[in-house]
C-alpha cells in the first residue's frame, strides 16, 4: 500500500524554523523525485522544493536561500529545512513522490508562523 507519512508543521514565529519530514513506503518503487508543495487559503498549489534524480534541487525563488531539501534514500524520506520564516510562508504543505507507477501525494501538514 502506498503511503506517505509526513510530520514537523505546526506553529512558529516569524524568524523561527521548522523541518518537514515525508517518508515513502516501501511499496513506492524507483523514486525519482521527491518535494514539497505548499497552498496557502484562496491560493493555487504551488512547488516549493524537489530533488531529483536528473535535475538535481530546485527551489521557488520565495524560498531560496532560505529552505534546504534534502533526501534519505536509504530510508525513503526527504526533508524540508525552514529558516527564517514569515507570514508568507503560512500554507498547509504537501509531499510529493514520483515512482515507476506514477505520483504520490501526502495528506498535508500545517505549518503557521504567527506571532
Known amino acids: 500500500q502506498v503511503q506517505l507519512v509526513e510530520s514537523g508543521g505546526g506553529l512558529v514565529q516569524p524568524g523561527g524554523s521548522l523541518r518537514l519530514s515525508c517518508a515513502a513506503s516501501?511499496?513506492?518503487?524507483?523514486?525519482?523525485?521527491m518535494g514539497w508543495y505548499r497552498q496557502a487559503p484562496g491560493n493555487q498549489r504551488e512547488m516549493v522544493a524537489t530533488?531529483?534524480?536528473?535535475?538535481?534541487?530546485t527551489y521557488a525563488d520565495s524560498v531560496k536561500g532560505r529552505f534546504t531539501i534534502s533526501r534519505d534514500n536509504a530510508k525513503n524520506t526527504v526533508y524540508l529545512q525552514m529558516n527564517s520564516l514569515n507570514s508568507e510562508d503560512t500554507a498547509v504543505y504537501y509531499c510529493?513522490?514520483?515512482?515507476?507507477?506514477?505520483?504520490?501525494w501526502g495528506q498535508g501538514t500545517q505549518v503557521t508562523v504567527s506571532s
Open positions: 510529493y513522490v514520483l515512482g515507476r507507477t506514477g505520483g504520490y
Open positions: 516501501r511499496s513506492i518503487f524507483s523514486i525519482s523525485v
Open positions: 530533488v531529483s534524480d536528473f535535475s538535481g534541487t
